[in-house]
């Protein structure tokens, strides 16, 4: 059974950082987070492919989250800065084993975390 271990998240101000990580018990070739606010959508936050290290952003978080990891590890990092109150929300990492171009769309990912919640105050 492939688990997906998150942790981080939590409280914050408005304009405040926080950083969550996510750990897979297996390889993966991508990994996720995506993020799901009360009566919204889940939506596609960030995500890095393995080989080639290359990521990819929603606009919405693009030049305030980072998104990192360890590859050997399976292990993949958000950094979340310059927080907004809009940023609250349930926040999901998700793994896929095989490559995908695409991965701002849920359809590559085979494994989803329980979720972590990130709440920023006003």
């Known amino acids: 059974q492939v688990q997906l271990v998150e942790s981080g998240g939590g409280l914050v101000q408005a304009g405040g950082s926080l950083r969550v990580s996510c750990a897979a018990s297996t390889r993966t070739a991508i990994m996720g987070w995506f993020r799901q606010a009360p009566g919204k959508q889940r939506e596609f936050v960030a995500a890095?492919?393995?080989?080639?290290?290359?990521?990819v952003y929603a606009n919405s978080v693009k030049g305030r989250f980072s998104i990192s990891g360890d590859n050997a590890k399976s292990t993949v990092y958000l950094q979340m800065n310059s927080l907004k109150v809009e940023d609250t929300a349930v926040y999901y990492c998700?793994?896929?084993?095989?490559?995908?171009?695409?991965?701002?769309?849920?359809?590559?990912?085979?494994?989803w975390g329980q979720g972590t919640q990130v709440t920023v105050s006003s």
């Open positions: 998700a793994a896929g084993v095989r490559w995908s171009l695409v991965v701002s769309t849920t359809t590559p990912y085979d494994y």
């Open positions: 890095i492919r393995w080989i080639g290290d290359s990521t």
